[in-house]
């Protein structure tokens, strides 16, 4: 069974970078594509981006020049940075996995990380 | 960008009432439309896959339709559990689009 924690830290200054991790448990990291999605409080979903195992990835236009993501195979993990962060980067941020050759859908996801945006 | 529209936002309903959720695409998404459940402070997780397959382990009173523009989310008799908030989303094109959302609450 799938297992994915995201890590890092909660509280990021304006104009910095937010980085985050995304450790994945079971499975085989190459059977999966992985994306990030984001979620400000009280408000709807954001994907931000995906990533695959051999480094290909895809991200969304309205912040692909801000996003960098990369995957770390031996430690099993994923990471997402955002640069020149403000206060509307401030939400939950999960990690999630769509099956490759499957049927399009997120069916792994972790339990998310609240990153704040502040001085 | 593929823009996908819910309705209602919002929504009271009683146990045991069947309840439809829409969502439209503005732009064809075949059957690429998911739909998942969000509790306060947990993962979305999810109910249904390319429009219509009910995800394993999800119960059958959920079901999907539709295909191209025009979805719909059928919970065919609520349950107490199912109050929460549901999205659609489309994986037919990048970027992948979310829904608004529409929430389910207790009349």
């Known amino acids: 069974q799938v297992q994915l924690q995201e890590s890092g830290p909660g509280l990021v200054k304006p104009s910095e970078t937010l980085s985050l991790t995304c450790t994945v448990s079971?499975?085989?990291?190459?059977?999966?594509?992985w994306s990030w999605i984001r979620q400000p409080p009280g408000k709807g979903l954001e994907w931000i981006g995906y990533?695959?195992?051999?480094?290909?990835?895809s991200s969304n236009p309205s912040l692909k020049s801000r996003v960098t993501m990369s995957v770390d195979t031996s430690k099993r993990q994923l990471s997402l940075k955002l640069s020149s962060v403000t206060a509307a980067d401030t939400a939950m941020y999960f990690c999630?996995?769509?099956?490759?050759?499957?049927?399009?859908?997120?069916?792994?996801w972790g339990q998310g990380t609240l990153v704040a945006v502040s001085s | 960008d593929i823009q996908m529209t819910q309705s209602p936002s919002s929504l009271s309903a009683s146990v045991g009432d069947r309840v439809t959720i829409t969502c439209r695409a503005s732009?064809?998404?075949?059957?690429?439309l998911n739909w998942y459940q969000q509790k306060a402070g947990k993962a979305p997780k999810v109910l249904i896959y390319?429009?219509?397959s009910l995800q394993s382990g999800v119960p059958s009173r959920f079901s999907g339709s539709g295909s191209g523009t025009d979805f719909t989310l059928t919970i065919s008799s609520l349950q107490p559990e199912d109050f929460a908030t549901y999205y659609c989303?489309?994986?037919?094109?990048?970027?992948?689009?979310f829904g608004q959302g529409t929430k389910v609450e207790i009349k």
């Open positions: 999630a996995g769509m099956a490759v050759g499957g049927t399009r859908v997120f069916d792994h």
């Open positions: 079971g499975g085989s990291i190459s059977d999966y594509y």
């Open positions: 990533i695959y195992y051999t480094g290909d990835t």
């Open positions: 732009q064809s998404t075949s059957t690429y």
């Open positions: 390319a429009a219509s």
């Open positions: 989303q489309q994986t037919y094109s990048f970027p992948w689009t």
